[in-house]
């Protein structure tokens, strides 16, 4: 789990990949996976593997396999600084703004990341009104205490500047939390997927895709310079087995493996390409479930309707406490990921 969390604890929000990029493209140039390595205008990371066919395999012209994981994760982008060195943030992704109240953050700056704490602006609970105790905020609402004078926040500061949520890596009993696994997992489970692989007879372009969190920005430009035969979308999904949920509405099992989608609101996915899966999964008794989230979206969308069309599947792994810093993914699921899409890559 090394990786896994080298990943999640460094910070980049959509149009501010430059780190996670580099921590990507140093572990799979020094591992040499790949025959050729790039980064696109958009600044997502494309990564080439040719075929590489079993022995006494049948020579054949290889097919392009497309996976994406997207790099980026939820965060703000600081828009105001004030006269007393409190900022104001505008999101990058979608945040429930119950889950803001009191967190530590990391306002990543030109010199360096500077801690801070956000809290919604009004009384504390021992003055505050009725009315206002019941009050949701929203973004607005929020501000960032850096505990600096107001010069030096603003010698230190600038607009535009990257602002994440912080919150450690850690065991939980069965599961892995942390913050962004949505889709650090992703990117982890791409790479472990293809230091795997003994044989593939077919070509591999490994995408790490930018600003998906803002409209699947990334993915599009590069789908459409690879024009792959094969999509594969490497992401998360919600978990949602939880008190205060009904079972119809779990969309996934934690435990019962990583999630092929079926449909979100984006994307329906290659039903044969879905069977095809879980063939492999039978045969190589690795735990996978299907999965339809009623709304949300990734990568695979746009792979799907690049050019005049491709045939796309999306992984997923299930994730509770999704878009949180408490996020909690099941070793079981993360385990099978990886190995789940190693064993189908290296049939095609």
Not at 95 to 124: E, H, I, S
Not at 201 to 215: H, K, L, M, R
Not at 279 to 301: E, N
């Amino acid at each position: 789990m090394d990786l896994l969390e080298t990943l999640t604890q460094t910070p980049s929000v959509p149009g501010r990949e430059d780190r996670i990029r580099k921590v990507i493209e140093d572990h799979i140039r020094s591992s040499e996976l790949f025959d050729e390595v790039h980064t696109d205008a958009m600044g997502s990371l494309i990564a080439c593997r040719r075929a590489r066919p079993a022995k006494g395999a049948a020579e054949t012209s290889p097919r392009k396999v497309m996976l994406a994981a997207h790099m980026d994760q939820i965060g703000f982008l600081v828009r105001h600084i004030d006269d007393k060195g409190f900022l104001r943030v505008n999101p990058v992704g979608g945040f429930d703004t119950r889950n803001l109240f009191a967190r530590g953050v990391r306002v990543c700056t030109r010199d360096g990341d500077l801690a801070g704490v956000m809290n919604p602006g009004g009384r504390p609970i021992h003055i505050a009104t009725e009315d206002e105790k019941k009050k949701v905020p929203i973004i607005g609402d929020f501000f960032i205490d850096l505990g600096l004078g107001p010069e030096e926040v603003a010698s230190k500061v600038q607009i535009g500047d990257m602002v994440v949520l912080d919150g450690p890596f850690r065991d939980v009993g069965e599961y892995v939390v942390s913050q962004c696994l949505d889709n650090r997992v992703g990117c982890w489970a791409q790479i472990r997927a293809i230091e795997n692989l003994t044989h593939h007879s077919c070509d591999i372009y490994a995408v790490w895709t930018v600003q998906e969190e803002v409209g699947l920005r990334g993915a599009m430009p590069a789908a459409f310079g690879i024009d792959p035969d094969i999509g594969i979308a490497c992401d998360t999904t919600l978990c949602c087995r939880t008190p205060g949920v009904p079972e119809e509405d779990r969309v996934s099992v934690p435990g019962e493996g990583v999630g092929l989608h079926v449909m979100d609101s984006s994307m329906i996915s290659d039903m044969s390409l879905i069977e095809d899966i879980e063939s492999v999964a039978v045969k190589h008794d690795i735990k996978c479930q299907r999965a339809i989230l009623p709304r949300g979206g990734q990568d695979g969308a746009v792979i799907q309707r690049s050019r005049s069309g491709v045939r796309t599947v999306s992984f997923a792994c299930p994730v509770k406490y999704i878009h949180t810093v408490t996020e909690m993914s099941h070793k079981t699921d993360l385990e099978s990921y990886p190995s789940l899409l190693t064993a189908w890559l290296e049939t095609l």
